[in-house]
């Protein structure tokens, strides 16, 4: 009796842990390669979104490796392992914590071959390891990928495909997977590229290319074929593999090993399954890399509401420290009743590491007749009746100069709480405050984000970021000094109430329809737009970046003929924050079209992580090396980014909290940097 007791017990707590974890024998055997190096700032949400997904665990292995590291990853990787190893069938973690660097590296985010010659062995370590111990399958799995797709594994092989990775987003159009392949073996732009990364066609896609999270089915017979290794590869001697002449890369060699392998190889984006940081290239830093997964957990937060982290992994997120970037004020213009909007800006705020504070907005269809009596308010007459929420919009705007103005603010950034961050927003901010002062000096009001329709108004002369802004559909976000809130208060405008946006257009002397300038004696409201604009408006995209109206998504907010939101370019000219033209470089180092990744074989003097920056020649935000890129990255002097061409001795006033050097180091990644 007693021995059945003790039976049915230890049955059940088998049961309770299984449901735990979902034990399921009959599922096929996954290995989890994965290679760890200076993560630290990425692997709290890689560990949390990996424990996540709802694959049995007792039949995944995870084998890991790192080295080289200058932060806290086998810390954090080992504080992983301790609180989940009992869940999975095996955790191999091995690991070396000195030296920090390669001699051949200048820095951590060097590739040199030396680097590639490692990584190419590990990676082949973890193939044989799945192999040898015949794992169903194989996961090569990136420590900067975020499966927010709980079911992400499940999914892929219930795809039953050789070869097959999962569409990752990202903060660019950078994707992790090739349209086309050159016969020497480097990236072609293909017209299907950019319908697969922006999900304008879904489901499985033949591809020459996919990296960082990648299923192989090791029960096909042909994967004993795949190889990282190019001497493997030339050894193997099928199809012409002995004959490969192409660089030495990992990625490339493993695609190549698959085609002669005639093994099919297909990205998935048939669910949304995560995001990615894009790979960096050269003459970066640690702190430019943690600058970009920002960017990625905003995404996050845009499209998904708030950032998975398991409890074990808080301890190491660093807080942000928060800032008002030299403002008087960051008001954020909300509701009583709709908190759920200030919490998701809330958040974004939070990991942008803006001190924002909320300002009662005013409900137009609260106000009584009273109201309109006692504050003197009336309608313009003979104009497009105004609806109850614009009237309260307007009046919401108002209470904020008014209160800049009696408090002696001297620079507000007022925000709407609909609104979304695009990257780099506080670094974008400054270097654009710090424009607008210099070479304005004192301007009234400055758009961060607007909806511009017809004439976009002209650059502004002496200025990179800056414009003279033509009409605006939409004031999401603004920065107001108190001359310019005093301007718009004089002009007594509840008395003579228009849209904000018209009223606006009206006081900078611009053309509005009617005769509504007429009531409005001074009209010298001095008003400048950031091109490209910053800021956006959440109803105003979808999530996969589908344009509406003919206008952009929430990745771009420019339409197809133009570049993405942080360019606000033309094929013909490229972005701002690199001017990059079809024959240029792309988002991370040579990732355009015509180019790509870290396979551009870049030499060590040429590009760096936005293409040709070495740290020697990085001014402000330019970056622009002495000679041009290969053909792969191509920057000239002329094609600079967002800092572009600002000197050390540009460098604004208000822009003193922020290290020089840092600056000029990272503006690459703090600027607006995408392909076409």
Known sequence: MEFKSFFLFSLILILIHCSKINCDDSMPSVLIVTLIRNKAHTLPYFFSYLENQDYAKNKISLWMKSDHNEDDSIKITKAWIDSVKDLYQKIDFQYESVPTRRNSERNSFHWTEERYVDVIKMKEEGLEFGRE??????????????????????????????????????ESLYANFW?????????LRTDEYMTIKKYEKTGEFKVPLVNSIILIDMKNPKTKYLTHDIHKLISHDINGSSKYNGPLDDMIIFAKSAQYAEIDTYIS???????MMAPVENVTSLKSDKKQLINVLVLIINENGNVFLIDTMKEHVPKMRKTKMGLSKIFVI?????????????????????????????????????????????????????????????????????????????????????????????????????????VV????????????FGDDGDNLEGSKLLRHPGTSMSLVGYVITWEGARKLINSMCLEKLVPLEDFIQIMCDMEVKGDMRKHFAERNLKVYGMDPPILSERDNCDRNCQKSEGNCDQDCAKSEENCDKSCAKSEENCDQACAKSEENCDQDCAKFDENCDRNC??????????????????????????????????KSEENCDQGCAKSKENCDRNCKKFDKKSENRNSENETKKDEL
């Not at 000096?441 to 511009?452: C, P, W």
């Open 133 to 170: 111990n015949a794992f169903d399958y194989v996961l090569f799995l990136d420590a900067d990928i975020f499966l927010t797709n709980p079911s992400t594994i499940t999914r892929l092989i219930q795809l039953k495909l050789p070869i097959v990775a999962p569409l990752m987003k990202t």
């Open 179 to 187: 349209g086309g392949m050159r016969e020497n073996h480097f990236y």
């Open 269 to 275: 984006n048939s669910e949304n399954y995560g995001y």
């Open 334 to 438: 909300n509701l009583e009743h709709d908190r759920e909007r200030l919490l998701k800006l809330t958040k974004q705020a939070d990991i942008i590491g803006l001190e924002i504070e909320r300002f009662d907005a005013i409900d137009g269809k609260s106000l009584t007749k009273d109201d309109f009596f006692n504050q003197r308010i009336t309608l313009m007459p003979n104009v497009v009746p105004m609806q109850s929420s614009e009237i309260g919009r307007f009046i919401s705007h108002y209470r904020i100069w008014e209160y800049t103005v009696f408090n002696r603010l001297n620079e507000t950034l007022v925000l709407e709480d609909g609104i979304i961050f695009h990257h780099y927003f506080q670094q974008m901010t400054l270097a654009a405050l710090s424009e607008a002062r210099i």
């Open 441 to 452: 000096q004192d301007f009234d009001l400055l758009y961060l984000g607007r909806n511009a």
């Open 601 to 634: 074989q870049k030499s060590e003097e040429n590009c760096g992580q936005d293409c040709a920056k070495s740290e020697e020649n990085c001014d402000r935000g330019c970056a622009k090396s002495e000679g041009n890129c290969d053909q792969d990255c191509a």
